[in-house]
């Protein structure tokens, strides 16, 4: 059974930073390309960054120079380092691995950036 936990989101002011982590089961992790999405609330779901089995990083424009993403497959977590958070980074962070021609989803994480 395919699994995807992600954890470390919260309420941040603007300007701070959070790390988000996924940890996945079920899944040969190291082949796996993973990528964050998210989901703001009247907003259609949207990529965040991607990163390939080989490591290879993909950004969105919107968070490219504040973003990080990063793998351990040792430990089959999938990371997003936020800095210098906006209002606008507000919403469901989700976790999604692309193993075996699927995609398996996490349920999310709320990430709330707010003064």
């Known amino acids: 059974q395919v699994q995807l936990v992600e954890s470390g989101g919260g309420l941040v002011q603007p300007g701070g930073s959070l790390r988000l982590s996924c940890a996945a089961s079920?899944?040969?992790?190291?082949?796996?390309?993973m990528g964050w999405y998210r989901q703001a609330p009247g907003k259609q779901r949207e990529l965040v960054a991607s990163?390939?089995?080989?490591?290879?990083?993909n950004y969105a424009d919107s968070v490219k120079g504040r973003f990080t993403i990063s793998r351990d497959n040792a430990k089959q977590m999938a990371y997003l380092q936020m800095n210098s958070l906006k209002f606008e980074d507000t919403a469901v962070y989700s976790c999604?691995?692309?193993?075996?021609?699927?995609?398996?989803w996490g349920q999310g994480t709320q990430v709330t950036v707010s003064s």
């Open positions: 999604k691995a692309r193993y075996a021609l699927n995609d398996y």
């Open positions: 079920g899944i040969i992790f190291s082949l796996s390309t």
């Open positions: 990163i390939t089995s080989s490591g290879t990083p």
